[in-house]
């Protein structure tokens, strides 16, 4: 009679529990690539380190400083002996058009040839359009610098992955500087510029790597952003980098060096124009699978309001290497300071408004 009197009572908590397990299994498997990153980006200061170069190297400007023997002996260098160095700046083309603008006007006085590499395919094998051959219009001023290749896009085969076709598209970029370089006359030197769209060198680095013989290979340290220059993550950029051009060299956007010269230049990571720029970039790059199934990451309203707030586009924590960097990461201060930017994006400030604080805004 006592059981039979408890078993009502057994079953209501019974049911709940029931539900509210399953419940949670439900949640764990759609959510699973999600709970492994947050636990491995929570605990990655106990168990991981960074991996970008060690040595730093000082970095010496200040406005109207040449770059002679003594701006070299400085950073520890020697001034070139030679004149006929030429300066390329190559980069791989996705949708970057405003970027790629600041990018070319910041290195024109000092950059002899812009090598782009444009695919009509994603990395992830999706078809996009060719924004630079589409706009090419807009960088007539730098016409006769200009050395252009197209790669044909294609869908990933059976094993392949979003990385195979990085590396293929960066070995096109390879190809391309060999074919350039050779035509030059024999005995030129050739420093090349190495570094995403939105890794944008500062033009004084430029004459300096241009003026000083820096050795074969220099990762150049960065000011790392974050949608604008309003959100600022910490001069934690590293993989740009000047090098010596051999016929042995590679275009590469891995570390080659411990060398690295401090405040080189800014990183604009995730600065487009408009909303489906950043959910191409979402689902077309090497790290897409960041996505982990969750469609509702691509809702515009909500890239929108992550963009305002300096939070992360996928929702996950800071990828630091300290608990310092990361919980100064976890709530950004937007910056008030546009000071010692590039130059072409102060002069045309109403164009790029959405690059400078208080410009989140973007179009649909």
């Not at 419940?23 to 709970?35: D, G, K, P, S, T």
């Not at 070139?80 to 990018?103: F, T």
């Amino acid at each position: 009679m006592v059981a039979f009197l408890r078993r009502p009572r057994f079953t209501i908590i019974l049911i709940p529990t029931f539900l509210f397990c399953t419940a949670v299994l439900f949640y764990v498997v759609q959510n699973q690539y999600h709970i492994k990153n947050t636990l491995s980006y929570a605990t990655r200061p106990l168990w991981d380190k960074d991996t970008g170069p060690k040595e730093m190297i000082p970095h010496y400007y200040a406005e109207g400083l040449p770059m002679d023997a003594h701006t070299c002996q400085l950073h520890g260098w020697k001034e070139r002996e030679r004149s006929d160095v030429k300066v390329l700046d190559a980069v791989l083309m996705s949708s970057e058009l405003d970027l790629l603008e600041i990018r070319m006007n910041e290195l024109d006085s000092v950059v002899d040839y812009f090598l782009i590499v444009e695919s009509n395919g994603t990395f992830t094998g999706l078809p996009k359009e060719t924004f630079f051959a589409n706009n090419r219009a807009r960088y007539a001023k730098f016409e006769h610098k200009i050395v252009y290749r197209f790669l044909p896009g294609y869908p990933l085969a059976q094993g392949q992955t979003a990385w195979d076709v990085e590396a293929n598209t960066r070995a096109t970029m390879t190809s391309l500087l060999r074919d350039h370089t050779r035509s030059f006359p024999s005995g030129t030197q050739s420093v090349v510029l190495m570094s995403d769209i939105d890794e944008i060198p500062a033009r004084h680095t430029a004459e300096l790597v241009k003026a000083c013989d820096f050795g074969s290979t220099i990762h150049l340290q960065l000011r790392n952003f974050l949608y604008s220059f309003e959100w600022y993550l910490g001069p934690s950029s590293w993989r740009a980098s000047a090098n010596l051009w051999t016929d042995a060299t590679v275009y590469h956007h891995s570390k080659f060096t411990e060398r690295i010269l401090a405040d080189s230049g800014w990183h604009c990571s995730y600065c487009f124009r408009t909303i489906p720029e950043y959910i191409a970039k979402m689902k077309g790059f090497s790290h897409s699978d960041r996505i982990g199934g969750r469609i509702d990451l691509l809702d515009p309203k909500r890239i929108q309001q992550t963009i305002c707030r300096g939070k992360d586009i996928f929702g996950m924590l800071p990828e630091a290497y300290s608990y310092l960097d990361f919980f100064s990461q976890m709530s950004l201060d937007p910056l008030p300071s546009a000071v010692g930017l590039p130059r072409y994006l102060l002069e045309n400030a109403e164009k790029y408004r959405f690059l400078l604080p208080g410009g989140c805004q973007r179009s649909s």
